[in-house]
């Protein structure tokens, strides 16, 4: 009857009227970053079984008879789809390309939720919010070995320093001592010997030093260079690496058309803060002697640190160590610092770290002969390595990896979610890791506003990780996800919602219209 016919058609207006109001939603969060759309999906209410009789006698009927009793909402289910990603000028907005949410905290009662809005900003305590205030979580990432830490509120490492004599906050990127340092260079092949020790000419500018005078080596030198490095309290000092050629006709055993240039590597003396201080050895840090064959090419080296004593003995200068990297290693100390062993490479480095066979005790074994230099085992040489070519001297590269103390200058996020910090010393470390969860039913997820979810039974606990991991998308700084609801597409839906709310009015009046006639049959 009519009267069945008006419950369907109320039902139709309550569901149609329901995925309208979804659709406002939608429209109405078309500019709202991270937001992800809902969608409305209808159901069939329970059906009536109507009796119908079969018009052939003896059989039954091959089908079964319901009447529909109207529609119902199925569910309303939230689409992750991916949006569209837009350019930010803030380093600290973030997307996530792929799966996982951001994971923020209410530090007021401790409660986490989940976000896929990356519109995030430090406060003055250093703490990374959402808008709300809520805290973004991630993992401390530890400066010194880069292992990142479980989960927790991501907030800069403040340290308090003095400023003209009033204490604030800051970043700091802790000084670190030069260990290693890079020094190619050419020396001119027509460079004329300015020093010879007619006992020892491979080490006659180490003879020649005197750390007491106000030039502490004279004549100059053939050749001479500065390196700049740093101590453990990140204070740059100058080391000096001085070049001269070996007159050939002063040694014995020298290889045909070889040449044979002694370096001394030394610092001001007036920094000098070893037992050398205040001696005429004062400054001399090593000694050592470069190999080249008659093409230019760096074949040999020998290299001497000093152990201990009179600096102006040549016995107390015994062979350097090596450094991991194969390449002699040097000791020095300076001024209000800790001594501190620093890597000389010049072109070439040993695999197996050490001295071949026959190296000398000390420089004071070598003497005039060559082959007492001794040499480096299975020596290597890299494409920058020191010449002797005819063509002047000069220093093609001088680079260490020691830096001063530096503060934090701007921030950057890459793909792998670290937070990473541009300090005023140059260097570039990572701070934390922002954390992205998974679950294993997102559509489980409650919707809290804000941008925000919750987890539920439904959707299960939150699982936590970092981007890349284990299905886990990569996250970008600088970018924003748009809402991943296209406005084309909910107008369409809601054109069509408009036309299937009017049909059911139409179901009502024409269902009432019937009902008014019938009821004016009995008059």
Known sequence: MAFSSLFIGSTGLISHGQRMAVIGNNLANVNTSGYKRAETHFQTLISEQMACGSNRRGESAVHISQ????????????????????????????????????GVVNPEDGNQYFTRSGVFRFDKQGYLLTPQGYRVQGGAVDRETGAVGSMEDIRLPFQEIDVNGETVPAVVSAPRATTSAVLNTNLDFATVDAHTDPSNPFFSMASAWNGLNEEPLTPAPGYETNLKVYDENGAAHNLTVRFDPVDTATVSNAAPANQYWEYVVTMPPSEDGSAAAGTSGAGLVGTGVLTFNKYGELTGQSAFSLTGGDPSVLSNWTPAA????????????????????????????????????????????????????????TPGKNAMATTNYELGSMTSAARQDGYAEGYLRALNVDEKGFVVGQFSNGKSEKLYQVGLYRFNSEYGLRREGSNLFSASPDSGDALAGFAGEEGRGSVYGNSLETSNADMADQFAKMIVTQRGFQSNTKVITTSDSILNTTIGIKR
């Not at 380093?91 to 799966?99: F, K, L, N």
């Open 322 to 377: 090596f450094n991991g990297d194969g390449v002699p290693t040097f000791n020095l100390q300076f001024n209000g610092a800790q001594a501190q062993e620093i890597g000389l490479d010049m072109g070439l480095s040993t695999s197996s770290a050490s001295w071949a066979g026959g190296m000398p005790a000390s420089a004071a074994e070598v003497g005039r002969n060559v082959a007492n230099l001794g040499s480096m085992a």
């Open 67 to 102: 009447k529909g009793m109207g529609v119902g909402v199925a569910e309303v289910r939230t689409s992750f789809i991916q949006g569209s990603f837009e350019p930010s000028n803030t380093a600290t907005d973030m997307a996530v390309a792929g799966h996982g949410f951001f």
